[in-house]
């Protein structure tokens, strides 16, 4: 049963977010579960651009009892604001490196924005130098002050800042796989989005899984096994998928120097993390994240994941592949390889 005051939020902000075609639009999923208990969620890179859009949307979650914003700059600002708007969530703000202990105490999720976005000619792997190192200290203090936690990164290059997480985790002695996922959301909401567009049906009605990784060739989206059916030509599923591997690019060039996806990724992460929350409380969710995995010879990979209360619960088959899919999954294989590595090395060769 919603709470008048979750309703109260639902109706304010629900013109920011169209349903979905799972369970409505992140709002209404986020009231809808208004009975449920009480967490503490933490964003890293709070005062950034997706971290504070990404606030936001956290702020009118009635799952959340505190919503812990922490920053290297400008935090107390963005939680100030934040923290007037009358929603259950308790907003604390944390800035430097002195404060991160306090800021992730206790958590049980963790998301992770924090690092540089790329400008008009780069690659996410161009990210490589500056993120990596964020990453790294990080997760080793979520690894002292909050080792339980479910961890969401959304930092790029992804394909590599995940194994540097799990290579962190794996010295400090507290890994967990099942709860270490890199944001892919954005690739399914793109791909649903485009989809949608292409075969004449609201978006809210299209369901496309994505996999293989978060970087040009690695994103694989499956229109074989969409919902529903998706009947177009060989040359338009081609092309489809190109603009969804590009997708990234097209805002960055769009933004013009002014970084990359934001908002829509602030989206993308807030259901993403109404994901993980539900699952803490003890739903089953389906979601497409890239994790370790064992269901190709890659050691990670993103799928559709079914979580639960202790992370992920089963890792879905991938299922079979049409012609076109077959291609661009041994097409993605080398780089996705060369990116887990690099990020592997970066920890272990230090
Ligand atoms: N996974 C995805 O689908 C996806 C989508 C969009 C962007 N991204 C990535 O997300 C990252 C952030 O993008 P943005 O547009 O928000 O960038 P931004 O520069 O606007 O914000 C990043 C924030 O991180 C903070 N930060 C830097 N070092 C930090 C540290 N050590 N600890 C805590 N915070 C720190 C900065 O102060 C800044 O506020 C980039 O790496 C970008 O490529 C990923
Ligand atoms: O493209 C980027 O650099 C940001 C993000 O990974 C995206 O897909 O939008």
New binding site residues.
Partial sequence: METPQAERIAKLLSHLGPQTSSAGGVYRQMSSASTGPNLKVAVLGAAGGIGQPLALLLKASPLISELSLYDIVGTEGVGADLSHIDSSPKVSSFTGAEKLPEALYGSSLVVIPAGV??KPGMT?DDLFNINAGIVRDLCAAIAKYCPEAWVAIIS?PVNSTVPIAAEVFKKAGMYNPRKLLGVTK?DVLRANTFVADAIGVPPERVSVPVIGG?AGITILPLFSQATPRVDVSPETAKALTERIQD???E??KAKAGKG??TLS?AYAAAKFAESCLRAIAGESVVECAYVESHLTELPFFASRVRLNRNGIEEYLPLGRFNDLETANFEALKGELRGSIKKGVDFISKA
């Fill in positions: 976005p790329r996410r790029n954005l978060h997708a990234g690019t805002v960055v990359s996806a990724m």
